[in-house]
DNA sequence: CATCTCACTTGATCTGGGTCAAGGATTTTT
DNA sequence: AAAAATCCTTGACCCAGATCAAGTGAGATG
């Protein structure tokens, strides 16, 4: 159960999540930074990749695999408060800690920065700064975004407001565009869900049933998800602004 | 009901907020370069500053006042996502347009940036966009422990979460440590309570009323409180992470 | 001084989702 | 192939908080 560290490494140009990674517009020479500081750690499904509170001595992306942010309070009662797919960044630089439990769901593959390093490039380069910000944002988004699914929606719309957004995750990974209909793998069992939305897994599992009573989704098994109309779907999660992904 | 826009504008040393303002850590030429683009902006009680989806040009903190981030659905439903009290930061550099509502609960002054310049300095500067970022991190830890109090506790809890978290930034403007009882005067309404909390209005009317005859707080008059014991506040909301602020 | 309005309180009732409990379906272990 | 462990579903019942409704009290307005 130790998490097995491998030193792949290949340039940095190689690497899977160039796309949305800091390092994507990264002159020659700040790559070649980047390599000598790169690594790559695989988790397990199931392990605790960092603890809430202890020190945190890399940042990364996720490269492959599901991870989650959780939060818990003393009594058990636990929230998720992140979802870490691939591409996702994990790691608060310029912060010793980490706040959250991050958590492996899936098997996972990341690629990490050693932190100390990493900062100086980052206070040497301002466009990774700038990234960094910008991606600071994003996730600032989308946890208001959750603020409203966890406040004001019902089991319901939060049950629909999570598919839609993993089915809308899912297909930018793809590239899959507007293609109807869409199909996709839950990433999450009931009870992560549950601790998503902050509900627990017999209203999950129940809503989920209802859905598909209803047809508004269709299951394959228990994980397995085609949704014949993305719109109706979000129709469900209460949702108009539909981000301009399936416009 | 239009802004009055007072282009008052001394010395950004002067600033009531440099001490979490953009400009704390600024050289003398950056100081001048920030005072080109600044100026002053008083709103009302009332008055939305912003609206969802408007073109913001600038960015800027509040000095005095109270304002509030709110989501609202095509029903009606709303959702608060972010209290903005004095030295808070407001606005997205590298964004186009306002995510939220923003509204003034009080009357508010704020000190704002015309945005392009601030951006094109903030490109300059690296300690500038380092410190936006930190500002981001720090927002985001806030709207992650909210998305905790959303989700997984009771209303008494719920309640009992926000007036610590009243409390702890007014302690923290006014200096004034750890000293106990606190005092202090509820910035908002029961409704806009409600909307922080996904609650009713009458359900934290009834929660306060019986935090008060369990002898948690005092209330005089409707908005005026006093925690003998932030221990045992902290305690009602479950939460032992005190931040270490009343340690 | 009477009336309005706005912010709040309190009561009565209803209901969505929690809790408790009993299975079912797969996969893993022995 | 039997036993155990996971993960999920479904039913029965209950309760925290929503909803509906009727006030109260303190400023503002005429």
Redesign the pocket.
Known sequence: MTATIQTISPSCSDCPIRHRAVCARCEMDELERLEEIKYYRSFEAGQTIIWSGDKMDFVGSVVSGIATLTQTMEDGRTQMVGLLLPSDFVGRPGREGAAYDVVATTDILMCCFRKKPFEKLMSETPHIAHRLLEMTLDELDAAREWMLVLGR????E?IASLLSIIARRDASLTGDGGVRPMVFD?PL???AMADYL????????????ALKKDGVIH?E???HVTVPDMGRLMEEAGDDSDGGVFA
């Open positions: 929606k019902t089991a319901r939060k839950l069992t009931r009870e902050g509900l627990t897994l017999e209203t999950v599992s129940r809503q989920i049933s299951l098994g228990k994980r």
